[in-house]
């Protein structure tokens, strides 16, 4: 059984940066990032694969969220920089064993964490 555990998020100015951390996942499942704002559907925003480590996000936040991992520590970090309202949501954590294809596909994912409130103000 997988638990996850997120924490780091908060209230940041729009610029500014924030970095999520998963924790509990393990090294053997890919590992993926949802975001849902409020009255919206959930959406992906990153995932780490578990073989190879290969990262890929959504067009939103490419070039400014990296996502990495530290498999030793068990962990998976989401580093948020240039932050704008539009990035306001609870985020997700999200651990699965799917293949590549199905990596963006929240339904895909077996063990989630219970979320952590990100909130940008402009």
Do not use: P
């Not at 780490?48 to 969220?65: E, L, P, W």
């Amino acid at each position: 059984q997988v638990q996850l555990v997120e924490s780091g998020g908060g209230l940041v100015q729009a610029g500014g940066s924030l970095r999520l951390s998963c924790a509990g996942s393990g090294r053997t499942y890919n590992v993926g990032w949802f975001r849902q704002a409020l009255g919206k559907e959930r959406e992906f925003v990153a995932v780490i694969r578990r073989y190879g480590g290969g990262t890929y996000y959504s067009d939103s936040v490419k070039g400014r969220f990296i996502i990495s991992r530290d498999n030793a520590k068990n962990m998976v970090y989401l580093q948020m920089n240039s932050l704008n309202a539009e990035d306001t949501a609870v985020y997700y954590c999200a651990a699965g064993t799917q293949v590549l294809s199905a990596v963006r596909s929240s339904e895909m994912y077996t063990y989630w964490g219970q979320g952590t409130q990100v909130t940008v103000s402009s």
